[in-house]
Each structure stands twice: as structure tokens, then as C-alpha cells.
């Protein structure tokens, strides 16, 4: 059959993407691969990126003809290990959880920067707790101090009580577990005269970094769940075409939807059906060169291996 992929785009404070598949001259069949993310408040800019990603990909399948179509079974950059823990038998991820970045992030520190003391603050979201405390337990089991650790919520603005109390502490670095629009902590460390490091993951670590924290954002350490663009094979050939679709640059996990739509693509092909429970059938034999390079024998993940 003979298929085309149409947006329908955005609901409420989600972006929802819908692709239409038309099977024949005669008829269309209709089959929808949802994508969710948020397009207002504090991360809409990471909400937007993950769609364009999306996006992109659903303009190339519609101009290359794609023959066959199914539903999302497949998350581009949810970092929560709980996520994936709960049983969901359409569930898989194309990144690496806060359960990996946590602790190679806190290893980094140990080995790579000599950190003897830290101080942790987290944003309260399920992204922010869940990649703090990950680093916390692996930098307690390396002989880290751990001298405290806060916890604002992602709509505070005024960080400075928590600020000057770790100045106080004096910790090597401070671990910072939040999104990006909470940026204000670090242009606040500045300000109250906190020396240290600012250790940070993927959700702080975008293109909007240096709008919201200035001439801070220097003494920032960044992690991030997945490989750099730059180090992915098909990461310069990725950022200009999004470059050139888009107008502005990449955020962060654009290319992590971008191939999670085609996998779930090559799933039906596969499959060779729009049967849902077909296409998950296909999903863990999946060997996809995209543009995060190869992604094969993808598995559904348990509550020991998030």
C-alpha cells in the first residue's frame, strides 16, 4: 500500500504527532504515531526540539513514499529509569536513563576532576530527583562527601538562601539536578560569590544555556544522556538539514526523535503490517544505522535494567 504521512499538531500544552497514512489511491487507511512533549511553560524549548525531530522525519518517509505505517510504541528521551520499570509492554527508549548518567557522571567527577565533597540540588521533577539522587549514590559509594542536599521545585527563581547556605559548605562542586528554564541557579551561584563547579545534566546543557545564565555558564559541567552531535555518524549531516528546515540550531534530543519515528518505521516494514501488536513483535530484532549510528536488539526494559 501506498502511504503518506500528515501532522496534526499541537494539543494543549502537548505536541502530539500524528502521521496519516494513505494506502491507496482508492482508500486511506489511517494509522497515528503520537509523539508528546511540552510546548509552553519552562521547557517548551526542549518540548519544540523533540517535535522538529519528529517532524523531520515525517516529511522525508513522506517524500520517499513510505509503504506501510503503525503507532508509537517508542519514547525518544524520557531519562526516569522508573519509566521503563513499570511493565508497559509498548515501551522502549533510544537514550540512556538517569540510572547510566547518574553514576557515570558522579565517576567522572570522582576520577576525572578529584572531587572529595559535593553539594546536590534538585529541581523536584521526576527528570531533576531522579538524576541527582542516581549521582548521589554512585558518589557515596566513590568516597565522596555528600554535605548536603536541597531540593526548590522548576518554577522557583530565587535560589540564593540555598546558594549561600553551600557556599558555607564549601563542597568542590555543586551537583545541580533540573531543566534548563531553571538556569537561574547558576547565574545566582555567581552572584552570591560561590566559586565551586556547577555539575549539570542534559536538562540544563542546550543551546538556551547561555541566554538564561550569562557569563556563568563557564564554570558549568555538562552531562548528557546520550553521545554528543557531533561525535554521532550521522550528526553533521543531521544538524544542517535541521538547521536548514528550521532556522535555529538543535537543543539536544532532536536527533533522538528524529530516529526513534524511523525505528518505529522499519518495525512495521518488517513486520510487514500496521498491527500494533506486530510491530511491537518486530521491535526488539530492530538493526537501524541511523543518526545515533546503529541501534540493534532493542529489549524492553525491567526493574533491574531500567
Do not use: W
Not at 66 to 72: E, R
Not at 126 to 148: D, R
Request: glycine letters at 8%.
Amino acid at each position: 500500500m501506498n502511504t503518506k504521512l500528515h501532522k496534526v499538531l499541537p494539543i494543549s500544552a502537548a505536541a502530539v504527532l500524528f502521521a496519516t497514512l494513505a494506502t491507496s489511491a482508492a482508500a486511506d487507511e489511517v494509522v497515528k504515531i503520537g509523539h508528546v512533549a511540552s510546548l509552553t511553560r519552562s521547557i517548551a524549548h526542549l518540548g519544540k526540539d523533540n517535535e522538529n525531530g519528529a517532524r523531520l522525519a515525517v516529511e522525508e518517509i513522506n517524500a520517499k513514499g513510505l509503504t506501510i505505517g503503525g503507532q508509537k510504541i517508542t519514547p525518544p528521551s524520557a531519562t526516569n529509569p522508573t519509566y521503563t520499570q513499570q511493565g508497559f509492554k509498548t515501551t522502549y527508549r533510544v537514550v540512556a536513563t538517569d540510572a547510566q548518567q547518574g553514576p557515570a557522571f558522579a565517576n567522572y567527577a570522582a576520577k576525572g576532576m578529584k572531587v572529595k565533597s559535593v553539594a546536590v540540588v534538585d529541581d523536584s521533577t521526576a527528570y531533576g530527583q531522579g538524576f541527582a539522587n542516581e549521582f548521589e549514590k554512585t558518589a557515596k559509594s566513590l568516597g565522596i562527601k555528600v554535605v548536603s542536599h536541597d531540593a526548590t521545585n522548576d518554577k522557583a527563581v530565587d535560589f540564593r538562601a540555598i546558594l549561600t547556605k553551600i557556599k558555607g559548605e564549601n563542597p568542590d562542586p555543586v551537583m545541580y539536578g533540573g531543566m534548563a528554564a531553571t538556569g537561574e541557579p547558576i547565574r545566582q551561584a555567581s552572584q552570591v560569590g560561590l566559586r565551586a563547579k556547577v555539575l549539570a545534566g542534559d536538562g540544563v546543557c542546550t543551546e538556551k544555556l547561555a541566554d538564561l545564565a550569562g557569563d556563568a555558564t563557564d564554570n558549568v559541567v555538562c552531562s548528557e544522556a546520550g553521545i554528543a552531535l557531533e561525535k554521532m555518524d550521522g550528526g553533521a549531516a543531521f544538524q544542517a538539514k535541521y538547521q536548514k528546515r528550521f532556522g535555529q540550531p538543535i537543543q539536544i534530543y532532536a536527533p533522538f526523535t528524529y530516529d526513534a519515528l524511523y525505528i518505529i518505521v522499519d518495525a512495521m516494514k518488517r513486520a510487514n503490517s500496521v498491527d500494533p501488536a506486530k510491530i511491537l513483535a518486530a521491535v526488539p530484532n530492530t538493526d537501524y544505522k541511523g543518526v545515533l549510528g546503529e541501534t540493534t536488539s532493542i529489549r524492553r526494559a525491567t526493574s533491574s535494567t531500567a
